[in-house]
């Protein structure tokens, strides 16, 4: 079964070191997203892209976060300047598949990556 | 803006018995998606089951079934014959109709199975 992939699993940074988490969608979906969990929290989405951009971002995702989707299989998410508080597990998850089936409104997460700032 | 709430932080059950997750939501759309997703200690997040807000007939996944209640703005995941790889983190979520559209999560329900 396809699955979304990130790499690394585990990242540790100085803060205000920039750092780039990696995801593979699944193929073929048409719509990606990153969202974050600090520990003992609840999920939170922080930008969505489709058809080579943003469609959609919140709050928490402002100038020091950038994503970018460098071919035709990675979706990347880049920390500018890293704050202690960015610590956070950090999920890729894809969607919409290009045929019209009953599974193509369902978020696919990837296994996270853990991002420790120091 | 929509709102997942979860009201039970914490929830145990035996093995083998029948446990009840609640989730409330508040939204103004008529169309949307619901989710229940697990997360165990490893942290991933798992799609457990999925309801269409235009179908009145509740979802069910083997032993996993949800009450949904669209005027009452309820989401309820039962889990019958509780094992004990059931233990886990449970998150409602909600989804607008339109594709790609962010989820919104609720604070979650950490499940204990106890044999």
């Known amino acids: 079964e396809p699955e979304v992939t990130q790499t690394p699993s585990h990242q540790v940074t100085q803060m205000g070191q920039e750092v780039i988490l990696r995801c593979v969608p699944i193929s073929n979906h048409l719509y990606f997203y990153w969202y974050r969990q600090i520990l003992g929290q609840k999920v939170e989405f922080l930008v969505s892209f489709y058809n080579n951009e943003i469609s959609e971002k919140s709050e928490i995702f402002d100038d020091q976060f950038s994503v970018e989707r460098p071919d035709g299989s990675n979706f990347t998410l880049k920390i500018r300047s890293t704050k202690l508080e960015d610590s956070a597990m950090y999920f890729c998850?894809?969607?919409?598949?290009?045929?019209?089936?009953?599974?193509?409104?369902?978020?696919?997460f990837g296994p996270g990556t853990r991002l420790t700032v120091l | 803006a929509q709102t997942v709430t979860q009201s039970q932080p914490e929830m145990s059950v035996q093995e083998a018995e029948t446990v009840t997750l609640s989730c409330t939501y508040d939204?103004?759309?008529?169309?949307?998606?619901l989710f229940w997703y697990k997360q165990p200690p490893s942290r991933q997040m798992i799609l457990v089951i999925r309801?269409?807000?235009?179908?009145?007939q509740n979802a069910t996944e083997n032993r996993f079934s949800v009450n949904f209640q669209k005027a009452a703005k309820s989401f309820s995941l039962k889990i019958s014959d509780s094992q004990l790889g059931d233990a886990a983190m449970y998150f409602c979520?909600?989804?607008?109709?339109?594709?790609?559209?962010?989820?919104?999560f609720g604070e979650g329900t950490q499940l204990t199975v106890n044999p």
């Open positions: 979520a909600y989804r607008p109709e339109t594709s790609g559209s962010r989820l919104t």
């Open positions: 939204t103004s759309e008529s169309d949307y998606y």
């Open positions: 998850a894809s969607s919409g598949a290009p045929w019209r089936i009953t599974s193509t409104d369902t978020q696919y």
């Open positions: 309801q269409e807000a235009y179908k009145q």
